[in-house]
């Protein structure tokens, strides 16, 4: 369990409270818009209704005693980077900040920003790619050159088995899992034999990925 700070409740915000409640973590949620607050507090452990620009302010937060200092703030970018700053300046363990553009991005790491999320960025990214092919069902972009891909059985492979394909030898690649009636199966053994009903999950080069599976 983490102590966590949340601030900036719009939507991004709400959702980052109600997975970190799920998880079961302790979530300081902080916002200038009390009606924002107010929904938010079934999903936190706390709340506050206050200005992060002001100095006064943070500092009564206490901001030594958490972990992660996450600031979602999406339609200010201003008071996102004065926050950021004010965070880091306090003594802020991890400071997580949301950015919408590059230049954004920049400025923030500039003025304490230890890592920077792209939410509508990463979404565009993976909608575009998830939805261009009728083969892929999901996927997670561990860098700029590798991913991995939860793509449909080849029909070339149902009935051959992992070890007949030997795909990490012909095309780099190793699966990861086998999802079969919605459940996932991570100890992917040779003798295992492939079938139409079934996805697989890949990592690997994206080049090689595409190349595979023709995507």
């Known amino acids: 369990m983490k102590s966590i700070l949340l601030i900036g409740l719009g939507r991004f915000g709400k959702h980052i409270a109600m997975k970190l409640d799920e998880m079961n973590h302790e979530v300081l949620a902080v916002d200038k818009n009390e009606s924002r607050v107010q929904e938010i507090l079934p999903y936190v452990t706390n709340s506050q209704i206050g200005d992060s620009t002001d100095e006064n302010f ?93 793509v449909a059985v080849p029909r070339a492979w149902i009935g051959k088995s992992v070890q007949m394909l030997d795909i990490r030898k012909k095309h780099h690649l190793n699966i990861v899992a086998i999802r079969k009636n919605g459940r996932l199966h991570p100890e992917v053994m040779p003798d295992d034999y492939f079938s139409s009903d079934e996805t697989i999950l890949v990592i690997g080069k994206n080049k090689n990925i595409q190349k595979c599976f023709h995507l």
Not at 68 to 79: E, H, K
Not at 105 to 112: E, H, I, M, Q, S
């Open 58 to 150: 943070i500092h009564s937060l206490g901001i030594n005693n958490f972990d992660v200092c996450i600031v979602a703030i999406g339609d200010d970018f201003q008071s996102s980077l004065e926050t950021t700053s004010l965070l880091k300046e306090m003594g802020a363990k991890l400071v997580v900040s949301r950015a919408a553009r590059d230049v954004h991005a920049k400025f923030l790491k500039r003025n304490g920003a230890d890592y920077v999320v792209y939410p509508e960025k990463q979404l565009a990214l993976w909608t575009a790619i998830r939805y261009s092919s009728d083969h892929i069902f999901d996927y997670v972009e561990l860098d700029s050159d590798y991913s991995i891909f939860e």
